[in-house]
């Protein structure tokens, strides 16, 4: 299992595109979508928005600032790094963790204030380096407290850049 996880890497690092090693200017990222999706969960609606800063290093890694708010009264301030990887058909796959401070609502607990983040966004980029894409994520505060029953959100996301 390792090898094959190890030869996946390797081809989807040569697919990458030449375009990630142009400049990526930094973007705001607006999202919208559900939290709770794996369950019942009242005002389930979420709403954010991040401030993407550009890549650094070797590993083009991309920190992250975001706030996201849900209709229940629930949100979550966080910051993340996240790794664009780059197809030629202008198709961006962008892992992605972080941490943050969440605070829950009556309707949508996860146990602790610090609540780990992970996530997956697959997004096609415009001429002009818009993106519109669609991340799944998974919150959970990794067994720090006493309950800890995790939650993950879809969200549709647009980011455009600023110059």
């Known amino acids: 299992m390792q090898r ?11 697919w990458v595109s030449a375009a990630e090693t ?8 607006l999202t919208f979508g559900q939290v709770g999706i794996e369950r019942h969960v009242e005002n389930p609606w979420r709403y954010g928005i991040e401030y993407r800063l550009r890549p650094f290093g070797e ?12 209709e229940n009264g ?4 966080y910051g993340e790094l996240r790794r664009d990887f780059a197809f030629p058909s202008g198709v961006l796959l962008t892992p992605s963790f972080g941490l943050g ?12 204030t610090l609540e780990f983040r992970t996530g997956i966004e697959i997004a096609y980029r415009f001429p002009g380096r818009y993106r519109l894409g669609l991340a799944l994520f998974h ?5 720090l407290g006493k309950e800890n029953p995790g939650a993950e959100a879809l ?9």
Do not use: C, H, Q, T
């Open 139 to 143: 919150m959970s505060n990794g067994g």
């Open 4 to 14: 094959l996880l190890m030869i996946s890497a390797l081809v989807l690092s040569a």
């Open 155 to 163: 969200v549709l996301s647009f980011s455009a850049p600023i110059r």
């Open 101 to 112: 401070a969440f605070d829950g609502s009556s309707e949508f607990r996860l146990g602790k």
């Open 74 to 77: 629930a949100n979550y301030l």
């Open 22 to 29: 142009e400049d990526s200017p930094p973007l705001i990222n």
């Open 59 to 70: 590993y083009r890694l991309v920190p992250s600032l975001g706030f996201a708010w849900v």
